[in-house]
């Protein structure tokens, strides 16, 4: 029988560092999104395609995954996407003419996921969301 000791300064350690590594990660994957929408707009086959995979994530995984998880997959998407989080949570939003049916209802799930959301983690997310002056 091996017996492995670890201090909880170790395992605090090693959990800060990998949380470091997810929000380093999370950053990056945004700004390649940007440049990808850039190029490419927000109807290209690989944009559409990235954009799925995350709404399919944060839609199915939201119970499992933390608030920071949740709000990095949800900053990404809204890169994604031709409006903001104050258009998509008003009553009524309208998308731009050009958008395709696959923006439409993919706007109209990350609506239903922010509503489902705690008034904090929805005001968490206006605050990082909302646009600098």
């Known amino acids: 029988m091996i017996h492995i000791y670890v201090n909880k300064t170790q395992i605090l350690f090693h959990l800060f560092l990998f949380f470091i590594f997810v929000i380093v990660n999370c950053v990056l994957n945004i700004v390649l999104i940007r440049l990808g929408v850039d190029v490419g707009g927000y109807e290209d086959h690989g944009v559409e395609h990235l954009r799925s995979k995350l709404l399919s994530y944060l839609c199915n995984?939201?119970?499992k995954a933390g608030t920071?998880?949740?709000i990095a997959t949800a900053t990404?998407?809204?890169?994604l996407l031709p409006l903001d989080l104050e258009s998509l949570s008003q009553i009524e939003f309208s998308l731009p003419a050009y958008s395709s049916k696959s923006i439409s209802d993919d706007a109209g799930n990350l609506r239903k996921w922010f509503s489902r959301l705690g008034e904090h983690q929805q005001d968490l997310l206006y605050g990082i969301l909302r646009p600098t002056a």
């Open 76 to 79: 990404a998407l809204f890169g």
């Open 68 to 70: 920071s998880l949740q």
């Open 61 to 63: 995984s939201s119970m």
